[in-house]
């Protein structure tokens, strides 16, 4: 286990423009997104960092439990009050994931791979989630929340045995004890780094990084969302940030959610079945 997690120390060397203008770490709260709301009912402003050493509550995508072991992994949401319309969100969940797999980066020597739209793999097993959210305060005021979890120092065990095929943490990947205070503080710059350029730039570094980071591009995946699963090979993204496949059957779809699988190659793709997603498809959220 590392030592516990102190804003002092973080905040000393932090040299950001916007994100950890304030920060708070907590030792046990419910879900790091929970409180992230009641301060954005207290009308807080952006860029103010939450971290809680564990959640009894813990949220995932998709209605999933977030497992969140006290002082071992890093469990954190940021407030962003961008001037941007919220359905550009799926763009920020973008550039969390690429801003989390750069600062996971500094700590390993195999890169992690993003998946879309924003789960962040090591050696092809899941180390981090992000959970975006929006909320609006009772007086009408609008905040971004990036929820971020990562597996730092899990060990096998720590996981549960449904969880141990397809899940793992920085240490079991490294062989290392990973400095949680460098993990965040690394995290913090790069998250500030990536929104300044996409404040700046626009979303098209954005998504050209995130390519960059993922090794999705060419593979066989497939498609969950509900009961339907649509089988094909990943062709990139948009310039939204939506995924876009060819199906099976040869047609190019675009995906604004969906729960992705990949595919080793040798593996490949099964046959298509269920119904086909369009853009018609309701954005339920990342
Ligand atoms: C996923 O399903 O992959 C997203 C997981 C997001 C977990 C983080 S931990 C900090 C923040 N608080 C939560 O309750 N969830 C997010």
Redesign the pocket.
């Given at each position: 286990m590392s030592p516990p997690l102190s804003a002092k120390k973080i905040k000393s060397n932090l040299n950001t423009t916007r994100i950890g203008s304030e920060i708070l770490v907590f030792d046990a709260v419910s879900?790091?997104?929970?409180l992230a709301k009641q301060y954005l009912e207290q009308n807080v402003a952006g860029g103010l960092v939450l971290i809680a050493e564990s959640?009894t509550?813990?949220?995932?995508?998709m209605g999933?439990t977030?497992m969140?072991l006290s002082g071992i992994g890093l469990?954190?949401?940021v407030i962003l009050k961008p001037d941007i319309q919220l359905r550009l969100l799926p763009q920020l969940t973008l550039l969390a994931g690429l801003a989390t797999t750069l600062a996971i980066n500094e700590f390993i020597r195999k890169k992690a791979q993003l998946k879309w739209p924003n789960?962040i793999l090591l050696n092809g097993k899941k180390c981090c989630?992000?959970?975006c959210e929006t909320h609006v305060s009772k007086n009408g005021e609008a905040g971004v929340i990036i929820?971020?979890?990562i597996n730092a120092n899990h060990s096998i065990p720590d996981f549960p045995d449904d969880l141990t095929s397809s899940a793992t943490s920085l240490m079991i990947e490294t062989g290392n004890v990973i400095d949680r205070q460098a993990l965040v503080h690394a995290l913090i710059c790069n998250l500030d780094q990536q929104y300044d350029a996409y404040l700046g730039n626009g979303e098209q570094t954005v998504i050209e990084k995130w390519l960059e980071n993922s090794d999705m591009v060419g593979k066989k995946i497939t498609v969950t969302l509900g009961k339907s699963a649509i089988h094909g090979t990943a062709l990139g993204l948009d310039s939204q940030g939506r995924l876009l496949m060819r199906s099976e059957k040869g047609e190019e779809l675009t995906f604004d959610s969906g729960e992705v699988s990949l595919h080793s190659s040798a593996e490949g793709a099964r046959p298509a079945r269920g119904k086909l997603l369009t853009r018609k498809n309701v954005f339920l959220g990342w």
């Open positions: 879900s790091t997104n929970d959640q509550r813990g949220r995932g995508r999933r977030w969140s469990y954190l949401s789960d989630g992000i959970l929820g971020i979890g």
